[in-house]
């Protein structure tokens, strides 16, 4: 099982008393799997993926990633792991600016150690960024710029996509579009996507359904 999550629990402090926000989580998806994410505002989608990315702690339960439980990694350990099998994309897109729109898709495959040349120009042809690659980010429009952050973390080839709202800059019919670019993308890659979404539209696309409301996935 690539992620196993197993009755996962993250309070906030609150006033006055403490706010649960998960409530004993348990999720698994395997290689290749994707699954839309759903719930209403506020019910804690950005939390369970910022757990997973182990980006933040639980309060209890486990988060497990090909066999390793990272709720207990040392900071080290964790980037490692978030750096070579964890790929993200969240609404703000987290480009680099003194890197051009090239320089982006390569970063972090470079990092994890997985340039490839071919694989690369391949999602840049496909997202349509081929003509922007010597762009920097400021020169890029939102939509664009979603399709850099989206394409970068493909080119890493991560085992596992989170993804938080990854087309939610963009109007509903490029939002379609991006989407189904992403998800036979991540599928060529092999990922196991999870992917946030408001939209059941857009869910209704993924393998999976999951729904999170008050703290847990019924
Ligand atoms: N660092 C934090 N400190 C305190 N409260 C937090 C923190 N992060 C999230 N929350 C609270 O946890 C709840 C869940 O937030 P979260 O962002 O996970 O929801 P969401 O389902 O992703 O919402 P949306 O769909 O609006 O993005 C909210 O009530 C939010 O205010």
């Given amino acids: 099982m690539l992620l196993d999550i197993r009755d996962l629990r993250k309070s906030f402090p609150g006033d006055p008393d403490p706010v649960t926000v998960l409530d004993g989580v348990s999720l698994a998806l395997d290689t290749g799997e994707t699954l839309a994410l759903t719930g209403e505002s506020g019910s804690g989608k950005s939390t369970l993926l910022t757990l997973i990315a182990g980006l933040d702690r639980p309060d209890a339960g486990q988060v497990r990633i090909n066999g390793t439980e990272i709720t207990t990694l040392r900071d080290r350990a964790l980037a490692a792991l978030r750096r070579d099998t964890v790929g993200l994309v969240f609404q703000q897109f ?79 019919d490029s939002s379609e579009a ?33 729904h999170l409301s008050h703290g847990t996935i019924g």
């Fill in 94 to 172: 987290n480009l680099i600016p003194s890197l051009t729109c090239g320089q982006n898709l390569s970063f972090h495959a470079r990092l994890a150690g997985r340039e490839d040349r071919d694989w690369q120009d391949r999602i840049a042809a496909r997202l349509g960024l081929a003509p922007l690659l010597d762009r920097y980010p400021e020169q890029l429009s939102g939509g664009q710029q979603q399709r850099v952050a989206i394409g970068r973390t493909l080119a890493a080839r991560p085992a596992l996509i989170l993804a938080d709202e990854p087309t939610g800059n963009l109007d509903e």
């Fill in 178 to 210: 991006v989407l189904q670019l992403f998800l036979d993308l991540s599928r060529d890659s092999g990922a196991a996507l999870l992917m946030v979404t408001h939209s059941q539209a857009l869910a209704a696309r993924l393998i999976r359904r999951a």
